[in-house]
Nanobody, 122 residues
Framework: QVQLVESGGGLVQAGGSLRLSCAASGLTFGSYAMGWFRQAPAKEREFVAAINWSGGSSNYADSVKGRFTISRANAKNMVYLQMNSLKPEDTALYYC???????????????WGQGTQVTVSS
């Protein structure tokens, strides 16, 4: 049974930083591309960042490029999202997702976590 468990969300002031973590189990982690998505109230879920199986390739939404960094530690079955220079518009429920592909991808994810809330105050 695949499980993805996010942590690290919280309340932060604009300009601050947070680091989200996602612990994966029940899958061969090194065979999966990983991604972060977010959903704000009354909005559709949107792609934030993705990383390939080795961590050697990543992709970001334009809205977070230069501020967010995705990384992974295959030995620990973990993926991270370092978020700097946070803005109120980054407020959302952040989800970790896994896709059975070696390449980085922005969609087609098979497994999802429950999400961790990030709230950025102005």
């Amino acid at each position: 049974q695949v499980q993805l468990v996010e942590s690290g969300g919280g309340l932060v002031q604009a300009g601050g930083s947070l680091r989200l973590s996602c612990a994966a189990s029940g899958l061969t982690f090194g065979s999966y591309a990983m991604g972060w998505f977010r959903q704000a109230p009354a909005k559709e879920r949107e792609f934030v960042a993705a990383i390939n199986w080795s961590g050697g390739s990543s992709n970001y939404a334009d809205s977070v490029k230069g501020r967010f960094t995705i990384s992974r530690a295959n030995a620990k079955n973990m993926v991270y999202l370092q978020m700097n220079s946070l803005k109120p518009e980054d407020t959302a429920l952040y989800y970790c997702a896994a896709r059975g592909s070696l390449v980085v991808a922005t969609d087609g994810y098979e497994y999802w976590g429950q999400g961790t809330q990030v709230t950025v105050s102005s």
